[in-house]
């Protein structure tokens, strides 16, 4: 037989538990990796509730201000993270996650429906073994690029379904862009190029 009262003696504990410092980054702690875990189902949810986001963006403006204004006063601070991410871009790992983040710009600014991880990115790139899924040539999976089979802007999706790795020659030939993006190794920036 339960004993009155203690479920709820529990149910108060647990209540300042989770409101107390601890608890909080805890909590925080646990939506971070149910995010990491569930990339889709939080994508979902951030577009079915956009007036969430809004608050909690309205939230958090005061601290970012003072975050900007503090930024703002040390330009050392800036141009270290800046050659920083430089840096990193110029690496095989940056340089990965440079072109997944551009492709996912790409998808958002063309408003495109779907949308995929880097990490099935990396999967679908590394089941060619290094052999462009296009002209069917080996090059490598680190020089493997990122390619819609239907292009974006002739109503493909951006699902990982329509994600196929193929080599930088296949890529700049083919589509409608004529040129990808990719870093330069001539001057070590992203930008326009024809490789
Ligand atoms: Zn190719």
């Not at 930088?168 to 001539?186: D, L, M, Q, T, V």
Request: charged letters at 35%.
């Amino acid at each position: 037989m339960k004993r009155p009262g203690v479920r709820e003696r529990r149910l108060e504990i647990y209540r300042k538990y989770h409101q107390s410092p601890r608890g909080q980054e805890k909590n925080r702690e646990h939506a971070r990796g149910y995010r990491a875990r569930n990339p889709d189902a939080w994508v979902k949810w951030r577009s079915e509730h956009p007036e969430a986001l809004k608050t909690s963006r309205l939230k958090s403006k005061p601290k970012k201000a003072e975050y900007h204004r503090h930024y703002a006063a040390r330009p050392e601070v800036h141009a270290r993270r800046l050659a920083q991410s430089r840096a990193y871009r110029k690496t095989p790992k940056g340089l990965e996650s440079a072109r997944y983040y551009n492709e996912r710009r790409r998808a958002r600014k063309l408003k495109v429906k779907g949308s995929f991880t880097k990490e099935e990115w990396l999967k679908v790139r590394d089941a060619t073994d290094g052999v462009c899924s296009y002209c069917g040539k080996y090059v490598g999976v680190e020089k493997l690029t990122l390619d819609h089979i239907v292009p974006l802007s002739k109503g493909g999706t951006n699902y990982i379904t329509n994600i196929r790795a193929i080599c930088k020659r296949c890529n700049s030939r083919r589509g409608n862009r004529g040129y990808i993006w990719e870093i330069n190794p001539a001057t070590g920036r992203y930008e326009k190029w024809e490789g």
